[in-house]
Every structure is written in structure tokens, then in C-alpha cells.
């Protein structure tokens, strides 16, 4: 079993840079693909992107294609997502989550971080 943490949220511009962390605080990260999520206010949790356990496999939602960037380091126990040309619409909590399997739904994950808001304003 996982323990997620994220870290690294705040408020930017439109056009700026966040990374987000997260961290397994229990060291079990072993084997697990790692997804990052969003949820706006009033609006479902949705995909941004996953990373699988090696790295070489990830997938990422259209809208954040080409300018975010999902990574880990599994020696650190952790994943991280790079956001670059952030636009309001980015605007929301962003969760990481873990799971066994490859998935791009929410429902594919079973661990779950506490979420850390991002607010890009214009």
C-alpha cells in the first residue's frame, strides 16, 4: 500500500511553469504506475496524464498534450508533473494516484493523494 503526498501547487500567471511532486511517504512505490488527475469546481475528476513503472510508457489528456510533462524517479519514490503554458483553464486540484495496472480513468486507480490546488490566473 501507497501513501501519496503532493506538493508543489500555487498560484501563476497565465504562460507561467508549475511542478508538481508526489511522494510515496511509505517507500512502497515499487511497481505501481502513477497517474496524475484534475477536478475543477463542479466538474468530474478528469485524466491529465500516467507514467508507468519503468518510465517508458505514459499518456497524457489532449488538452494538456505538449505542454505538460509526467515523470519519476523511482529511487526517490516519487512522479512529478511538469506544467508549462499554463492557461486559466488549468485551473483546479490536482491529484496523484496509484494503481497495479495502466489506465487513463479514474476508476482504474486505487490509491489516491490528497490533492494540491493550482490556480492559474489571466
Known amino acids: 500500500q501507497v501513501q501519496l503526498v503532493e506538493s508543489g501547487g500555487g498560484l501563476v500567471q497565465a504562460g507561467g511553469s508549475l511542478r508538481l511532486s508526489c511522494a510515496d511517504s511509505?517507500?512502497?512505490?515499487?511497481?505501481?504506475?502513477m497517474g496524475w488527475f484534475r477536478q475543477a469546481p463542479g466538474k468530474e475528476r478528469e485524466f491529465v496524464a500516467a507514467?508507468?513503472?519503468?518510465?517508458?510508457?505514459?499518456s497524457y489528456a489532449n488538452s494538456v498534450k505538449d505542454r505538460f510533462t509526467i515523470s519519476r524517479d523511482n529511487t526517490k519514490n516519487t512522479v512529478y508533473l511538469q506544467m508549462n503554458s499554463l492557461k486559466p483553464e488549468d485551473t483546479a486540484v490536482y491529484y496523484c494516484a496509484a494503481n497495479s495496472v495502466f489506465g487513463v480513468s479514474k476508476d482504474d486507480y486505487r490509491y489516491w493523494g490528497q490533492g494540491t490546488q493550482v490556480t492559474v490566473s489571466s
Open positions: 507514467i508507468n513503472w519503468g518510465g517508458g510508457t505514459t
Open positions: 511509505k517507500g512502497t512505490f515499487s511497481g505501481y504506475v
